[in-house]
């Protein structure tokens, strides 16, 4: 005879083997397409930001969450013409709070130094098509978005 065991939001089923050999007769719940927690791309189908999108890498969550939606928002909902440029003083605000927590947000050189290059950072070092052994070394190195004065 089966028993059930509740955990918190989960519950455990333990089954006897005679049980587990009978066909299940389990009927699957079509997916809801309004699901805000179904993964399914930054953008959702409202137009709304998916927060809860692997692709952001958890920045919509930590201690700098709240003023990276408020600066990616801004961002996103942009109308001006030249995209974003109002939202300046929130994607400063978040700037000085990964400042604040340089182990959670670590600097790119930071990064490249412990070796943590991600795997898009690793595919556009490895796609570059001018090899870096042919810069001179007195060039100085292009900005980014990120280390530009946002």
Known sequence: MSSVKEEGKDRVIFVTKEEHQTPSNAELVEEDPDDPYEERG????????????????????????????????????????????????????MQECMQRYPELYPEEDEKETRGELSEMERHDQASSPVPSSSIPADTPPPTTASESSV
């Open 42 to 93: 930054l953008i959702l189908p409202n137009g709304e930001i998916n927060w809860n999108c692997p692709c952001l890498g958890g920045m919509a969550s930590g201690p700098c969450g709240a003023s990276f939606k408020e600066a990616f928002s801004c961002f996103h909902y942009s109308k001006e013409e030249v995209k974003g440029s109002e939202c300046l003083e929130q994607f400063r605000g």
